[in-house]
């Protein structure tokens, strides 16, 4: 089997509600060598100091992802420990990327 027919995991939509926020968690550097367009750029290790300015209101629902899903997961659960109630893991940015339909960029972190 193919990297391209296997599933992809069923926890992520195949679409982002316009009000879903895109947040990648990994480096900047890792952002910046590709991220999927609309993205911010929280990296999992300033998180917990950045959040609250990029996404003020805790029921904003995000939807993070960082290169495998296990930084996205760890994201996930900090960011429900600080009151975030609508957090979802879209795993990985590749297969992210494909899920909904969108390109990945290439350029400096933003926020």
Do not use: K
């Not at 009000?19 to 999992?44: K, N």
């Not at 339909?101 to 926020?111: E, H, L, N, S, V």
Request: glycine share 14%; aromatic share 4%.
């Amino acid at each position: 089997m193919g990297w391209f027919n296997r599933t992809p995991p069923t926890s992520t939509a195949a679409t982002v509600p316009a009000t879903e926020q895109l947040i990648d968690v990994r480096s900047e550097g890792e952002f910046a060598g590709g991220h999927i367009d609309g993205a911010l750029s929280l990296p999992l290790d300033q998180l917990a100091q950045t959040i609250a300015r990029a996404v003020p209101d805790p029921a904003t629902p995000l939807l993070l992802y960082c290169q495998s899903g296990m930084r996205s997961g760890m994201a996930c659960q900090l960011l429900q420990q600080l009151g975030y109630t609508q957090v979802r893991n879209g795993g990985g940015v590749g297969v992210l990327s494909m899920q909904l339909g969108r390109p990945i960029r290439r350029g400096p972190a933003g926020r």
